[in-house]
């Protein structure tokens, strides 16, 4: 089957918005090429080699969507286009922007990335398994089973793997997990694994909600309820810790409502902050909590406050 390629260059900040876009417009994948996850993976010492194209296009991050062929296909791609200049106007920096177009067959692209990602171990005791490589545990380590398909969190972003760090840290016992824009499932997953007694997770896009349920499967967990909603519209009763790997400007947002959604001295964790947008975030989130810890990584902080 042909497909249609879409090669996007944009900016670290702009990454997550052109992915939802491009999801948004029906893509049938969409994959990111970040010179910085690569980076990651590279120091991990589960890689004994790497292609040295993977570094030849420093700070320039790519994010590649394939759209069936089709009569429509064309006006998608200028929505799409056009979408993503807008982004100007909510603050978003899209960086150098480029779109390239061209036709690929469908074994290029839904298969062959899979050789890049490997077995990966974050913080002291979570390892992040591709559901296709084999991995023999070793003493106390979580091992989380994952396929992330189309949909964001891998566990190689910065952003994600701040905030497995700091749910290895707050997760224990008894405690209730929302999920706020679950992508993958994998901040629920390893919720549930690090001992969470419910763990709800939700998402916008349809995609990765089913995506994240496949991975719950995956897993074999049943505390993990995996829906579609609209930020926190869909959830129901107060958690102890609200878990958010989104965007600067949707944390704005959730600093207001996430109060509402938790517990007497509950956590809220956000992440997917850019470091240029770290102290406008600040300034929303300590009108509601009371910041403990903000972790930064690459060009991405993470955030750690109490409620009130």
Same mark, same amino acid.
Request: with cysteine; aromatic share 8%.
């Given at each position: ?40 993976? +590279? ?26 062929? +089709? ?129 709800? +997770? ?9 995506? +994240? ?96």
């Amino acid at each position: 089957m042909k497909w249609i390629e879409v090669q996007v260059t944009t900016s670290q900040e702009a990454e997550d918005a052109v992915s939802n876009i491009m999801h948004e417009l029906g893509a049938g994948g969409v994959v990111i090429k970040n010179p910085n996850d690569v980076k990651l993976l +590279a120091q991990s010492d589960n890689w004994d080699y790497f292609d040295p194209s993977l570094f030849e296009e420093e700070g320039n991050i790519k994010v590649f969507a394939y759209f069936p062929i +089709a009569s429509d296909t064309i006006d998608r791609i200028n929505i799409l286009k056009d979408r993503i200049v807008e982004l100007k106007s909510f603050g978003i920096d899209i960086g150098n922007f480029d779109l390239k177009v061209s036709e690929v067959d469908e074994a290029d692209w839904a298969s062959n990335w899979k050789q890049y990602y490997k077995p990966l171990k974050i913080g002291k005791k979570i390892v992040i398994k591709p559901s296709w490589e084999e991995y023999v545990s070793q003493g106390e380590e979580i091992i989380i089973e994952l396929d992330p398909g189309m949909a964001f969190g891998t566990g190689t972003h910065e952003t994600t793997k701040m905030c497995l760090e700091f749910l290895e840290e707050i997760v224990i016992p008894e405690r209730i997990v929302f999920d706020v824009g679950c992508g993958s499932g994998i901040l629920s997953i390893a919720s549930s694994k690090l001992g969470a007694k419910e763990v709800y +997770a939700a998402d916008i896009d349809e995609v990765s909600v089913e995506v +994240a349920r496949q991975n719950v499967e995956l897993n074999n967990l049943q505390n993990v309820k995996v829906f579609k909603s609209d930020l926190l519209g869909e959830f129901r009763g107060k958690a102890d810790i609200i878990v958010a790997n989104i965007i600067a400007d949707v944390i704005i947002r959730l600093s207001a409502e996430a109060p509402k959604y938790l517990k007497e001295e509950g956590l809220f964790l956000a992440s997917g902050i850019i470091k240029s947008r770290k102290e406008e975030v600040l300034q929303k989130v300590e009108e509601f909590f009371e910041v403990l810890q903000i972790r930064e990584e690459g060009e991405w902080c993470a955030i750690l406050s109490r409620k009130k």
